[in-house]
T-cell receptor, first 114, second 109 residues
């Protein structure tokens, strides 16, 4: 089974802090994704990566950056956390093989910015 | 870009009855339509998907239908059980997955 592991289930940070959310997958997947989940808005794509050191902006990249130094690890960075970034963050991965490969999700990090 | 609308936002059915969740999409180029189930405290998990060259797909109690002309697709769950209670998301993609807003399904015993 594919396993996507997010380093923290719950995280509390202060406004202005630099925040790192870590995600690791164990299936040698090429593609990795970061979403945020808010009630009534579904899942919105922040950033994604199709290969090591490669990144693409999603639909809501403002205030975030990412890093993919190794194939299995994809980090989401909040450069200067703000209260409107309080949310559930979900990481996902998928294989590049074929056009329509399902995304496998981690269990999420619930981030609170005070 | 793609826009996906999902209805209803909440759905409550009696155990054993059927549940239907509907989604519409805007981009006619979308050609892959997965459905995800999210249980409390867990990440979304793929339960069924359909590609644009197929009109219907079934997996035990779960079925998905796709109408490309009308740009809508639906999830059907028959003989519902308490463990079907969860939040369900539809999604559509031509290049990137775009998710619906989610439906909270509650099965009443």
């Amino acid at each position: 089974d594919v396993k996507v592991t997010q380093s923290s289930r719950y995280l509390v940070k202060r406004t202005g802090e630099k925040v790192f959310l870590e995600c690791v997958q164990d299936m040698d997947h090429e593609n990795m994704f970061w979403y945020r989940q808010d009630p009534g808005l579904g899942l919105r794509l922040i950033y994604f990566s199709y290969d090591v050191k490669m990144k693409e902006k999603g639909d809501i990249p403002e205030g975030y950056s990412v890093s993919r130094e190794k194939k299995e690890r994809f980090s989401l960075i909040l450069e200067s956390a703000s209260t409107n970034q309080t949310s559930m963050y979900l990481c996902a991965s998928s294989s590049r093989q074929g056009l329509f490969q399902p995304q496998h999700f981690g269990d999420g990090t619930r981030l609170s910015i005070l | 870009g793609e826009n996906v609308e999902q209805h209803p936002s909440t759905l409550s059915v009696q155990e054993g009855d059927s549940a239907v969740i509907k989604c519409t999409y805007s981009d006619s180029a979308s050609n892959y339509f997965p459905w995800y189930k999210q249980e409390l405290g867990k990440g979304p998990q793929l339960i069924i998907d359909i590609r644009s060259n197929v009109g219907e797909k079934k997996d035990q109690r779960i079925a998905v239908t796709l109408n490309k002309t009308a740009k809508h697709f639906s999830l059907h769950i028959t003989e519902t059980q308490p463990e079907d209670s969860a939040v369900y998301f539809c999604a559509a993609t031509a290049q990137k997955l775009v998710f619906g807003q989610g439906t909270r399904l509650t099965i009443n015993p």
